[in-house]
């Protein structure tokens, strides 16, 4: 079987719960061949927040599978205010793309609603994975309109519909059938010793690792944090892709005791993550975070380090263990820094899923999907 992934994020070393499924699936044989498509290069966007344009990179082979996955990455030349002519040329791409490797019958796996077009016009059978409830994030009017309509459409035509949390699973069982598959962690990854990362630095350290957006990240939190820390000889390291406006990163970069390292592969972040004093989650408290089934919550446990985290999903249902403090925003800087420098007796126990089990559940799905 052949699968067509139109995913949210691209296929880099940064990986996520896509990247942990299909590598999966590739090596088990459950499925034979992927097209990964990655997230459009969008030059017009890039010009407005003065970056030099790029066209996507195309069709490539993504090295250690022997021709297996390839990924794809595409050029949005029209913006989506142009309506249907904006789509159409992505859906051209894809297709062409699917021709090239001669897939004539793949199942579509849509984890980004935007591709709700291509599902819709394709005639391939579709799998629907929702891994944020985008319904509920804070959008521009036209942006929120236009995912609410993508969201009915795919909700109506795809045959299978996967949730990775508890809260996506009673939302969206109210309108149809769903499957729940939430996250894990490669839990060997963290058993074996590794050296300190050079960059975390000597002093204490607690480390938020994740990518740094408004919609989760609490930036105010997070400078209040930074200060706490500070006046105790500590830090705040904060670990991931950045996407944050520029006045947030350069309020964060000029905050006291806040650092922020940017990108790592995904194979080095056991070592950050086994090598600091408390693992921290500033995170808001909203609809949309409460959709979440953060791949750091599997992560933080698996390392086996003191969390700290705001009464968000997953974290929230820790409460009560050793090692672990759930704070509301007020008492968080607190709570955390108190875990930081005063290193609790006892962590956990913690028994965080592994990949292979959810590998083994939606290979389920899709044989489900690809049969019905």
């Known amino acids: 079987m052949d699968l067509i992934v139109c995913s949210l994020e691209p296929w880099d070393n940064i990986w996520r719960r896509n990247q942990f499924l299909i590598d999966g699936l590739l090596r088990r044989g459950e499925v034979q061949r992927v097209l990964f498509v990655e997230p459009s290069c969008d030059p017009i ?6 970056r030099a344009p790029r066209r996507g990179a195309g069709l490539s082979a993504v090295p250690g599978y022997e021709g297996r996955l390839h990924r794809l990455e595409l050029t949005k030349w029209l913006p989506r205010s142009a309506g249907p002519l904006a789509d159409f040329g992505l859906r051209r791409g894809v297709r062409s793309a699917a021709r090239r490797l001669g897939m004539d019958d793949p199942l579509l796996w849509v984890n980004d609603p935007g591709w709700a077009h291509l599902a819709d016009s394709a005639g391939w059978p579709v799998l629907y994975d929702i891994t944020d409830d985008w319904t509920a994030a804070d959008r521009p009017a036209r942006e929120h309109a236009r995912i609410l309509a993508n969201e009915r459409l795919l909700l109506q035509i795809a045959r ?3 949730v990775c949390s508890s809260a996506l699973a009673r939302s969206r069982d109210r309108l149809r059938t769903v499957e729940l598959i939430p996250n894990a962690v490669d839990t060997q990854r963290y058993v074996r010793p590794q050296p300190r990362p050079a960059d975390l630095g000597s002093g204490r350290t607690a480390l938020y690792v994740g990518t740094l957006h408004e919609d989760r990240l609490d930036v105010q939190l997070c400078r209040r944090l930074g200060e706490q820390l500070d006046g105790q ?5 904060l670990l991931g892709p950045n996407a944050l406006s520029r006045e947030n990163t350069e309020l964060l970069q000029r905050s006291r005791g806040v650092r922020i390292l940017g990108s790592r592969a995904h194979d080095q972040m056991p070592a950050y993550m086994r090598h600091a004093d408390a693992l921290v ?3 808001t408290v909203s609809t949309f975070t409460d959709s979440l089934d953060p791949l750091k919550l599997y992560e933080y446990q698996a390392a086996g380090r ?6 968000v999903s997953g974290f929230r249902e820790l409460h009560g263990l050793p090692g672990v403090a759930i704070a509301s925003a007020e008492t968080f800087a607190e709570a955390a820094a108190d875990l930081v420098v005063r290193p609790p007796e006892r962590i956990g126990p913690f028994e965080p899923p592994d990949w292979s089990d959810r590998v083994t559940a939606m290979a389920g799905v899709i044989r489900a999907a690809a049969a019905s």
């Open 45 to 50: 966007h890039q010009l407005r927040r003065r």
């Open 160 to 162: 299978s519909v996967v």
């Open 306 to 311: 003191p969390i700290a985290a705001t009464p």
């Open 233 to 237: 000889g500590a830090s705040l390291v």
């Open 281 to 283: 989650v500033p995170h």
